[in-house]
Nanobody, 120 residues
Framework: QVQLVESGGGLVQAGGSLRLSCAAS????????MGWYRQAPGKQRELVAT???????NYADSVKGRFTISRDNAKNTVYLQMNSLKPEDTAVYYC??????????????WGQGTLVTVSS
């Protein structure tokens, strides 16, 4: 089994910063893509940012220039640095990984989610 442990969410004022972390552990052979998604109340889950094993990144237009995704392959950990936060960034943020388990079976795993609340 593979587990994801997220941390770093909380309450912050508009214009502030937060850093989310997501550590993967368990029967992992290789992680390809790692990413962050978010779901605001009453809305569908949406992509925030992804990063490949080679470091190629992709961002939602709404966060470009404010959020930075990075990863530490040795630690199987992905980070999301969020700056210049806005009230509309308020959501539950979910970590996601895709790759291969130790049995060489394809895996996709979601974290439990961490709440980010941005006050105006």
């Amino acid at each position: 089994q593979v587990q994801l442990v997220e941390s770093g969410g909380g309450l912050v004022q508009a214009g502030g910063s937060l850093r989310l972390s997501c550590a993967a552990s368990g029967s992992i052979f290789r992680i390809n893509a790692m990413g962050w998604y978010r779901q605001a109340p009453g809305k569908q889950r949406e992509l925030v940012a992804t990063i490949t094993s080679g470091g190629r990144t992709n961002y939602a237009d709404s966060v470009k220039g404010r959020f930075t995704i990075s990863r530490d392959n040795a630690k199987n950990t992905v980070y999301l640095q969020m700056n210049s936060l806005k009230p509309e960034d308020t959501a539950v943020y979910y970590c996601n990984i895709e790759g291969w388990g130790s049995s060489l079976r394809y895996l996709e795993v979601w974290g439990q989610g961490t709440l980010v609340t941005v006050s105006s």
